[in-house]
T-cell receptor
Framework: GNSVTQMEGPVTLSEEAFLTINCTYTATGYPSLFWYVQYPGEGLQLLLKATKADDKGSNKGFEATYRKETTSFHLEKGSVQVSDSAVYFCAQSNRDDKIIFGKGTRLHILP | SQTIHQWPATLVQPVGSPLSLECTVEGTSNPNLYWYRQAAGRGLQLLFYSVGIGQISSEVPQNLSASRPQDRQFILSSKKLLLSDSGFYLC????????????FGQGTRLTVV
């Protein structure tokens, strides 16, 4: 069945460091891909998305590119801030309308 | 604008008691509706989803059930709670169509004692 695998956390970085959180998927067909973020004490909110191969989603300095050949959607940010500390979830949706999430990656940014 | 309401925010229930969590969506019609459980180390587990009234798909065999009595209402139930049902339950909706994102409620923290 369809699934999403993302790197285990927690990830701890210093402020202004480069961030990569890996995400790969398995799916029949070509799903839409998403990154969600959950800040401490808050609900989940969409960070960015891509709906077809080679699309790049971007928001708040974060980027992710839909790579069909490697079935990946890695999240990147060039210079992280303390305020980026949160849990990040990779997700996919397919034609069956199911939205499936990965296990989440907790990110800690140190000042 | 669309809004999603989920209640209660927290709930403490004894083992063996029934459960009913309710979720409603406003400002849209015929949404897809979802129930997820969030547990530490297990991420967001899809429990049920619905593409229309009375249409429920179950993803994980368990002690829970879901119903959609109205277009914008989604209910998560149990006849007898187990300790293992404790967790954080999230309701979400998405618009019909390919590539639409999910919008989440604030969640219910359920503790079974």
């Amino acid at each position: 069945g369809n699934s999403v695998t993302q790197m285990e956390g927690p990830v701890t970085l210093s402020e202004e460091a480069f961030l990569t959180i890996n995400c790969t998927y398995t799916a029949t067909g070509y799903p839409s891909l998403f990154w969600y973020v959950q800040y401490p004490g808050e609900g989940l909110q969409l960070l960015l998305k891509a709906t077809k191969a080679d699309d790049k989603g971007s928001n708040k300095g974060f980027e992710a590119t839909y790579r069909k050949e490697t079935t990946s959607f890695h999240l990147e940010k060039g210079s992280v801030q303390v305020s980026d500390s949160a849990v990040y979830f990779c997700a996919q949706s397919n034609r069956d309308d199911k939205i499936i999430f990965g296990k989440g990656t907790r990110l800690h940014i140190l000042p | 604008s669309q809004t999603i309401h989920q209640w209660p925010a927290t709930l403490v229930q004894p083992v063996g008691s029934p459960l009913s969590l309710e979720c409603t969506v406003e400002g849209t019609s015929n949404p897809n509706l979802y129930w997820y459980r969030q547990a530490a180390g297990r991420g967001l587990q899809l429990l049920f989803y619905s593409v229309g009234i009375g249409q429920i798909s179950s993803e994980v065999p368990q002690n829970l059930s879901a119903s959609r009595p109205q277009d914008r209402q989604f209910i998560l139930s149990s006849k007898k709670l187990l300790l293992s049902d404790s967790g954080f339950y999230l309701c979400a909706w998405s618009a019909q169509g390919v590539g639409t994102e999910a919008f989440f409620g604030q969640g219910t923290r359920l503790t079974v004692v």
